[in-house]
């Protein structure tokens, strides 16, 4: 009789079905990559070696209102699993809560913050409520794909490296139970980076361990805690993600290679994260704060063996062939590349202001004073999550303008619709001009990401968190308007009154152009030299923000998002619109830092 016995961590090696088994595995999200190519990816994936795909599951986008589920689509779980298990992936599953990932609030929903009182990742009432009513939706979609089921799930997270968070003691035990009651039968495990391991862990739960470099007699502190248990780094860092306004790290593959290298000689088990980033597409993205808050960028290409756009890297043929020797079997071609077009660069055709685009949007809510973005009164009471919001209100002289470190992140300051300059984390004053009539001013806040990272998750309320002085009274009685880039919104602006492009047009507001595609669409990169800050949407897709700081120059433009014939591009662009839209093969690297020689980047 076959024997059916998964996972195993009874000794200092990992059993599946009976026999000794190497955890070769790698990190792909779903929700980071266009559904028409998962196969493409996770393809590429097995003809590397790996023989375990891990992913985490965000439920800010499975549940993006209270109540409401979403698992279509590109939000198919099920798909991927099943899809992986096709391919002969064996999945590991890494369902939070709380995700991290580089993803906006570690993927956390935003609406959980309408509770004034909450206390995210502890086993407070208003949290756990809600993860059980998203565990009674998520888990018995997964349940069946477990290998006890015959399906290809042999391993479960419980949450993650809550060892660096440690608010409650009674959590994790919280979310083991929430697992196992719920009909999670597989082998599960905690994941914790060096520091976080002392504090993480839960009682019957396999621990690992995530790094990037084998320093600081990590491995050996993992041991120590576990002497009769295989070693995993459940997260090897393949190479570190990026944040607006510095540079574009990498670490080098000769040095990946020889830390898995190592990593494998020892008997260790691992997996790559990632092994494929991707792109955070829309606003998902999310920021760090260590001291200085730090929004991160949409390409999660984060150095990894294969690129953004699925390409191969030197990291990935080194890796093939390493993982050659741990495979038994010749490994399968690795498939050929999807083909990519530089298309010809299109002119902006037609434009329309953001004031003429408000009419598009939801009535404005009106408050007395700044309220954030979570309790506007908004989708179905869930308040907005993400984007930008427009607060305008009347004032009746110039002078200073002081944000009272109230805004989050961003705010584009108007006087009567005219831009007068930027307040953020870093500039917290502005003189408005004199005039004594009545004028409009308007604050157009961004929320760049919340935090994904850190102890101040409770505190990522975005937009106006408290009051604005002018000449040090608080400003009153606003008039608040969500801008969530919704495509309810974007139909409406789409199919709005726009009006020709011309030199003097003004920002912000949004750029629209045809991009004309002859034969099969392909992927390609889109460049927006001249402009300044923005999003680019495509055929309704939010490709996610640009902004000439950098490092991320170019936007992935997936081909399945493009048909043959005319294709929507409207960007919309907070402060210079330059007019023409260009296309690129390849992204630009700009400038690098080479995280192996700072470590410090990766101290997360
Ligand atoms: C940690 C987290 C991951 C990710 C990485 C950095 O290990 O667990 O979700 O944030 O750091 O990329």
Not at 68 to 89: I, N
Not at 146 to 157: H, K, L, R, T
Not at 278 to 296: I, R
Request: proline share 6%; hydrophobic share 35%; with cysteine.
């Amino acid at each position: 009789m076959a024997e059916r016995q998964g996972l195993r961590a009874e000794s200092c090696h990992f059993t599946l079905q009976g026999a000794p088994f190497r955890l070769l595995g790698g990190s792909i999200h779903y929700f980071r990559v266009p559904r028409a190519y998962w196969r493409d990816r996770l393809l590429k994936m097995r003809a590397c070696g790996i023989n375990t795909l891990s992913t985490y599951i965000p439920w800010n986008l499975h549940e993006p209102e209270k109540g409401l589920f979403m698992f279509k689509e590109h939000l198919d779980l099920k798909a991927f699993v099943s899809l992986a298990q096709e391919l002969g992936l064996w999945v590991i599953l890494r369902p939070g809560p709380y995700i991290c990932a580089e993803w906006d609030l570690g993927g956390l929903p935003s609406w959980l913050l309408r509770d004034k009182d909450m206390k995210l990742r502890t086993t407070y009432s208003g949290f756990t409520s809600a993860v059980n009513s998203y565990f009674d939706n998520l888990i018995p979609r997964v349940a069946p794909l477990q290998f006890s089921n015959g399906g290809p799930i042999i391993a479960v997270q419980v949450e993650n490296e809550y060892g660096s968070y440690s608010k409650d003691d009674q959590y994790m035990k919280y979310i083991k139970e929430a697992l196992l009651s719920r009909g999670v039968t597989e082998l599960l495990l905690t994941s914790d980076n060096r520091e976080g391991l002392r504090c993480g862990g839960v009682d019957g739960v396999l621990k690992t361990i995530n790094l990037q470099k084998l320093s600081y007699g990590a491995m050996q502190s993992l041991a120590d805690l576990q002497p009769e248990k295989p070693l995993l780094v459940m997260e090897y860092w393949s190479g570190w993600f990026d944040v607006w306004g510095e540079l574009h790290h990498i670490f080098p593959a000769e040095e990946m290679i020889a830390v898995v290298t190592e990593l494998l000689e020892r008997g260790a088990s691992l997996n790559l994260y990632m092994f494929h980033g991707g792109t955070s597409f829309g606003f998902m993205s999310g920021a760090v704060d260590f001291g200085t808050y730090k929004p991160q960028t949409s390409s999660y290409d984060y150095d990894a063996p294969l690129s953004e756009c699925g390409d191969y890297t030197a990291k990935y043929h080194l890796l093939r062939d390493l993982l050659q020797n741990y495979n038994s079997e010749p490994l399968p071609e690795p498939p050929p590349l999807q083909g990519r077009q530089a298309y010809e660069a299109v002119l902006v055709s037609q434009y329309m202001s953001l004031w003429d685009a408000l009419q598009y949007a939801e009535r404005p809510f009106k408050s007395e004073d700044p309220i954030s973005m979570e309790n506007l009164h908004v989708h179905n009471g869930n308040g907005q999550s993400y984007g930008y919001t427009l607060y305008e209100t009347t004032i009746l002289s110039g002078g200073s303008l002081n944000s009272r470190n109230s805004i989050r992140d961003r705010a584009l300051v108007f006087v009567d619709r005219k831009l007068i300059g930027i307040l953020d984390y870093r500039k917290q004053e502005l003189v408005l001009p004199a005039g004594k009539d009545a004028r409009t001013l308007s604050l157009l806040v961004e929320n760049c990401g919340r935090v994904n990272y850190g102890e101040a998750l409770d505190a990522q309320h975005k937009g106006l968190v408290g009051d604005i002085a002018l000449n040090h009274t608080p400003l009153k009685g606003l008039a608040v308007h969500c801008l969530d880039m919704m495509p309810s919104f974007l139909n409406c602006v789409h199919s709005g009154q726009w009006n020709p492009m011309m030199e003097t047009t003004g920002c912000p507001g949004f750029f629209q152009g045809n991009l004309r595609v002859d034969g099969e669409p392909r992927d390609t990169f889109i460049k927006l030299p001249g402009w300044t800050k923005g999003v680019v949407f495509v055929n309704g897709h939010n490709l996610g923000r640009y902004w000439c700081i950098g490092p991320q120059k170019d936007l992935y433009l997936p081909g399945p998002w493009l048909k043959s014939g005319n294709n929507q591009i409207v960007v919309f662009e907070e402060q210079r619109a330059a007019g023409k839209i260009v296309f690129a093969e390849n992204p630009e690297q700009g400038r690098i830092i080479d995280v192996s020689k700072h470590p410090f980047c990766t101290i997360i």
